[in-house]
């Protein structure tokens, strides 16, 4: 079955400690993204890879790193830069250079508590 | 800048009430694509309609119905006869332009309860 894959659906991590959210897809896509969800709050975009090897920072990227190494993968990186990094994150994907023509995918989430 | 606006935080209705769902958006943009999304428990964004800015064409699928008007700027979402199946956080969001490459605006959200 094609789909994005996150994990883990749980983590948990000391202050301090930079933790790594996995996200898979086998979609076919070439663009791949990473949201934040707050309580109350709509997603807010942190990071986008648009090709393989390249990556924009979103609306709120400060504490946080992505590589994109594979087309499949887009790995986010929770640095201990982050003020305020316990949220739900949530990876999506969509075919490149499409506009708003085609939907984003999104994966089932992680959810990060920091202790 | 774009801003959606999902003014309902919550609503709570009984089983076979009709309810909808009120989304305003804001872009300079004149090609612009509108989406909702679905959140059920389990967290998982669900893909549910998309529009694009040139077609006002009211659109129903099965019990959902979404209804587009550019002169006010809304994209509201109606569900007829609600299920227990239906409690969710629902979003709309906006991309703007025809650019490459897409980036989402999203509503806060509205938090859908429906009791048997």
């Known amino acids: 079955d094609g789909g994005i894959t996150q994990s883990p659906k749980y983590l948990f991590r000391k202050e301090g400690q930079n933790v790594t959210l996995s996200c898979e897809q086998n979609?076919?896509?070439?663009?791949m993204y990473w949201y934040r969800q707050d309580p109350g709050q709509g997603l807010r975009l942190i990071y986008y890879?648009?090709?393989?090897?390249?990556?924009q920072k979103g609306d709120i990227a400060e504490g946080y790193s992505v590589s994109r190494e594979k087309k499949e993968s887009f790995p986010l990186t929770v640095t201990s830069a982050q003020k305020n990094p316990t949220a739900f994150y949530l990876c999506a994907s969509s075919p490149r250079g499409s506009g708003g023509r085609n939907e984003q995918f999104f994966g089932p989430g992680t959810r990060l508590t920091v202790l | 800048a774009q801003k959606v606006t999902q003014a309902q935080t919550e609503i709570s209705v009984v089983e076979k009430e009709d309810v909808t769902l009120d989304c305003v958006y804001e872009t300079r943009d004149t090609t612009y694509y509108l989406f909702w999304y679905k959140q059920p428990p389990s967290g998982e964004l669900v893909f549910l309609i998309r529009?694009?800015?040139?077609?006002?064409q009211n659109e129903i699928s099965g019990r959902y119905s979404w209804n587009f008007q550019k002169s006010t700027s809304s994209f509201n979402f109606t569900i007829t006869a609600s299920q227990v199946v239906d409690s969710a956080v629902y979003f709309c969001?906006?991309?703007?332009?025809?650019?490459?490459?897409?980036?989402?605006?999203f509503g806060k959200g509205t938090m859908l309860l429906v009791s048997p």
């Open positions: 529009r694009n800015s040139f077609d006002e």
């Open positions: 969001a906006l991309i703007g332009g025809e650019s490459g490459y897409s980036t989402l605006t």
């Open positions: 979609l076919n896509h070439d663009a």
């Open positions: 890879s648009q090709i393989v090897n390249d990556f």
